[in-house]
């Protein structure tokens, strides 16, 4: 990058706001300014970045004078709200929350996927996609370029940052309740239980018998990949699991391939590490995956209901705050 640029964060003191800040400074991208925005809350809060104390400002329509880019990460009403303030600006705003995601002149981005579509922003808006679609498609995405996917029968496992700080910290108090005596703890931010349980509702039941999470995960992939006719189902779980997401694919292919190949095209891959030796007991787990930044995939294998080659089975792990959401955002506005 030629210069260096003012960014602004908002939901600063959130989950993922905070892991904004620490991907900015892991990756050195070159701030010029940086501004941290959260509610009246959070407003006075000290952060540190680069060895900086900044202090969190209110979030007001004000806020985005002289700024670059705002990552926002604040939940869809919020972002509905400002992000026209903060484009009328003059900034480029990189939306974590599902406001603008489906908007068809606003571009849905996996700089591994679709790089080029940051180049179709009119409105000076671009989406960062669910956390599970991100996950899934660095590592559906290369597959499909290679064979074209048809069909995809997903399971995820996900883990409870997708609800943010508070929703983990309920599995921790709840842990330490349950294991303290207390086998009946009550939910806050879940519908039930969360510790030593899993819950197979994420988000909103829709009429179709899907949850909104789950058909977030339909639509975001066909758009992504740009790939209207893929046939997709899917079931979203929550699991007792502090930040990594995982995810069972069932895939379909148009030509035939194998898991050879799949290996040899994954290995190749930006945003990829393939994990997968299972006579070591070596593949894909959350415990693993927190804390990086890439994806990691394994227990690669052909579908054996078939008979033929066009199906594949295949497990991947990847970080919800960071691939899942921060990351993706950052790598978003160095695209930029």
Known sequence: MSRDYNVAIVGATGAVGVEMLLTLEKRNFPVKTLKLLASSRSAGKEMTFKGQTLVVEELTHESFEGVDVALFSAGAGLSKEYAPSAVKAGAVVVDNSSAFRMDEDVPLVVPEVNPEDVKKASRGIIANPNC???????????????KKLKR??????????????AAMQELIDQTRDYLAGNTQPTPEKFAHQIAFNLIPHIDVFQPNGYTKEEMKMVNETRKIMHAPDVQISCTCVRI?????????????????????????????????????????NVYPMPKDASGKFDVLV??????????????????????????????NAVQIAELL
Not at 132 to 145: D, F, G, K, Q, Y
Not at 307 to 323: E, M, Y
């Open 298 to 327: 394994g227990r690669i294998r052909q579908d054996c209901s078939r008979n033929d080659k066009r199906g594949l089975d295949l497990f991947v792990s990847g970080d919800q705050l960071l691939k899942g959401a921060a990351l």
């Open 152 to 165: 995809m029968v997903a399971s995820t496992y996900q883990a409870t940052s997708g609800g943010g700080a």
């Open 240 to 280: 007792p699991v502090l930040r990594a997401h995982s995810e069972a694919l069932n895939l379909e292919f148009e030509e035939e391939i194998t898991p050879e190949e799949a290996r040899r095209i994954l290995c190749s891959s930006p945003g990829v590490e393939v994990v997968d030796d299972p006579a070591g």
């Open 132 to 146: 599970s679609t991100i996950i899934e498609l660095v590592a559906v995405a290369p597959l499909h370029r290679a």
